[in-house]
């Protein structure tokens, strides 16, 4: 049977299990280049309090990692400016040191006070001198999952009051490290394992509500697609993939079906099962003598984007979600560029992100669905694997440019990167969709 490079790239993995690192360090050798014009995002603050350091440190982290604000760091309120009065005299609306945070660049105010339910946390403008929005949480002990989880959703609305967009602090990522699959919080906190040592594990990626991993469990050249419930640990497995190897599992936006690549003497297509129902598998492609793989549902879940060799090297394909209309879909300039892999579609459907050789590396590239205009992100290393964050801002990938391979996240709009997992191997990142509330509530 005919394989292609990316199916054979799936199968290979170095060993060794990554760990989470403090990501407000950037790793050393590295320099991390932000690409900001000055004043193009606005400065804020964290407002001094007593209690809840913890949450304070999250906010702000989260606020920095959201690349919509510049984080400032100011001398206490009580301090005296050089040659100014004491800061206490130049207090604002609830307390807040209008003049002393205005003068260290900051346009908004982020403060921790108490409420009924535990903390209230404030948003103020500090041009306009008013309270922009508010929102009541239980915040429990500083070591608990779900006081980082209430943190991260927190820091999430501030940035949705602000851009109105929702910031992507409480997402999780999944990716294989040593043939396992490890979950991860944005901010690389969290790590752990979901599926066992010493059984190989592929593909991870998230069911729309985020309790869910699909992914194939590979052994003897063989492999299905199995559905894995993080909460309780219990797997089923895909109808369809049952023979062969099956891999790149994806689900559509309204959770009720899988595609993947199903492998047999036949070749590689692209099948579609009713996991809802457990039922219904639909082959949407044909081809003895071509392998499709790697598919991924638009948003609106009418199309699917695709990798085949129906024309030589790996490109990428379109298609309607009963299989009609395929075409190719994202352009090529033959000869400068090699073949294509690993599409993912952004949340807001208006882009495709995916990896592309140029002299033999691979690189990030993302193309505007409108225009079909293709441009690339990253230069440095071998760069494979991108996935979208919930905001369609931001997306992870997977490189080399320090030497292993290493999950790095980067701000499409600025180019801005962070690494956020290492040491070990990582490969095959996803990334979730914004987890469930655990309890805040808007305050007006």
Known sequence: MRRITAVAALLAFCAGAAVAQDTTRAPEGVRVVLKYEPGSRPGLVLVPGPGLDTVRAILKRDLDFSDRFETIVVPDAGTPLPGGKAGAELAGPAGINVELYRKFGAAYAVDLVPSALGARVRLWDLAGGRLVNQVDAAFGAPTDAGTRLQAHKVSDEIVRWVTGTAGVAATRLAFVAGGRIYVVDSDGYGLR?????????????????????????????????????LATGATSTVPGTQAGLNITPAWSPDGRLLAYANSSEQGTNIQVANVADNCCVQRLTTGRFADNLSPTFS???????????????????????????????????????????????????????????????????????ASRRVRQLSSSGRNEDPTWAPDGRHLAFVSDRTGRRQLWIIDVDTGRVRQLVAPGATRLPAWSRRLGDPGARPNP
């Open 299 to 369: 948003p609106d879940g009418r199309r699917l984007a695709f990798v085949s060799t129906r024309a030589g090297p790996p490109q990428v394909y379109g298609m309607g979600v009963d299989g009609a209309g395929q075409e190719l879909f994202v352009p090529f300039d033959y000869g400068a560029t090699g073949s294509s892999n690993a599409p993912e579609w952004s949340p807001d459907g208006a882009s495709i992100a995916f990896h592309r050789e140029v002299a033999g590396s691979p690189q990030i590239f993302v193309m505007d669905v």
């Open 193 to 229: 394992a979901v599926t066992p040592d010493g059984q190989t594990s592929l593909s991870p990626a998230w069911s729309p509500d985020g309790t869910r991993l699909a992914f194939t469990r590979l052994g003897d050249g063989r492999g299905p697609v199995l559905v894995l419930t």
